[in-house]
């Protein structure tokens, strides 16, 4: 199997993938075309990225490619879509960057309460102003307002608890009962949590229906002077409601993502909330960037890549389609010898019914077998006749609705 690597990944992975029987080509510096010509080259079966857009066009020209494997959680910068729509699976690696992205934001809240980047930044220019930089809320009692409560935003409220801070979250699917588990309070909305909180950070997943959900409203209700910390996703907020709310409401603001990022390790760059007037500090997209987090997630792409290799099945499949409803599921018991399932599935073609999932099991002995095969809609009478009387080889046939 061929892999290509075209972001940086840890080398000991690199080691990992052909012990494990992969041809490997490593290109980190892999962008736009250049991606799509090394797809297109190397024929690739796998292709490993990390921060690196794959866009349509690198779907277009891949001949072999099978598999995206996202090294980290978000996988906003695959057209999944478009790998979807040939036949391409994509897989991340949820969960594996959790504790570096919330070490991260809460760097980020202590720096705010006791601005230490200004502190840095005026005693490298000659100045002291113990005066301005002693007025510090501090931590002890505040209440932290989370969005997302995925194993970052958990993570996060494990670490302010630490430091006696009241937690309040709102996730989707975060119930009061798990709340109370996790000795934080529920929330039943965003704006919920923006109306009791006096420091927001966000963990949310940038999906179209977290799309600038920290929007002017939510931040409207958020008190004067509050802090707001983004960890996560560009998408998910409103950026130019958020300048409107620094300069209106005077929000402390900190964050790690910005909307139209550099796709390079190093590039010129100029964001607009850097230039206004406040408590403003930002990071270069580095939540995931720890050597604990680079190993975890290089140990979860590995595994996902040697499983595939072995079984053909994809871990932590993003485009998988869910449990469809309607259809039916075929059980064919048979012997197993040639031409029984091609039997079959060419009655249910002339039938033209669309096979959608299908396994075929062999039993112990390799004698006999047992094929589940989901079709789009239900066979006629028919048409099980004809599969069942069509093979002295088949045992039986069961139609079962899905």
Same mark, same amino acid.
Do not use: F, M
């Given at each position: 199997m061929k892999v290509l690597i075209a972001d940086k990944f840890q080398e000991w992975g690199i080691d990992a993938l052909k012990d494990a029987g992969c041809e490997v080509t490593f290109d980190p510096q892999l962008q736009g075309d250049a991606l799509c010509d090394a797809v297109k080259n190397t024929g690739c079966d796998v292709l490993v990225v990390r921060s690196t857009k794959v866009q349509a066009p690198v779907f277009e020209v891949a001949d072999r490619l099978s598999l995206v494997v996202r090294a980290g959680a978000g996988y906003n910068t695959i057209d999944v879509e478009a790998a979807s729509n040939r036949a391409i699976f994509v897989a991340n690696c949820p969960g594996k960057n959790s504790v570096a992205v919330a070490e991260l934001a809460f760097g980020h809240i202590l720096a705010l309460d006791r601005r230490i980047v200004? =502190?840095?930044s005026d005693l490298r220019q000659g100045k002291w102003n113990k005066k301005e930089y002693g007025k510090a809320r501090g931590l002890k009692g505040r209440t932290l307002g989370l969005l997302g409560m995925g194993?970052?935003?958990?993570?996060v409220a494990r670490r302010a608890l630490a430091f006696e801070m009241d937690v309040v979250a709102w996730s989707r699917s975060l119930t009061p009962e798990q709340a109370e588990e996790w000795g934080i309070d529920f929330a039943a909305s965003p704006a919920d949590v923006a109306d009791r909180c006096d420091i927001l950070s966000i963990h949310l997943a940038a999906?179209?229906?977290?799309?600038? #959900?920290? =929007?002017?409203? #939510? #931040?409207?209700?958020l008190k004067p002077g509050s802090y707001v910390i983004n960890t996560a996703r560009a998408d998910v907020m409103d950026y130019e409601a958020l300048q409107n709310a620094i300069t209106e409401r005077g929000l402390r603001v900190a964050v790690d993502v910005f909307p139209d990022e550099p796709g390079s390790g190093c590039a010129d760059f100029q964001a607009s909330l850097m230039n206004l007037d406040g408590v403003i500090y930002g990071s270069h997209h580095i939540g995931a960037s720890t050597d604990q987090s680079q190993d975890a997630i290089a140990a979860e792409s590995v595994r996902i890549v040697k499983h595939f290799l072995a079984s053909g099945q994809v871990l932590n499949c993003v485009n998988l389609r869910g449990q469809a409803e309607g259809g039916c599921i075929l059980t064919v018991r048979h012997l197993n010898v040639p031409g029984v399932l091609a039997h079959t599935l060419s009655a249910l073609r002339t039938a033209g019914l669309n096979v959608e999932e299908m396994d075929n099991l062999i039993t112990s002995g390799a004698k006999g077998a047992c094929a589940h095969i989901r079709v789009d809609s239900e066979p006629s009478d028919d048409v099980v006749g004809q599969i069942r009387d069509g093979r002295a080889e088949i045992l039986g046939v069961e139609v079962k609705r899905a």
């Open positions: 200004d =502190n840095v194993q970052i935003g958990q993570a999906k179209p229906e977290t799309k600038h #959900l920290v =929007n002017a409203e #939510l #931040l409207g209700r």
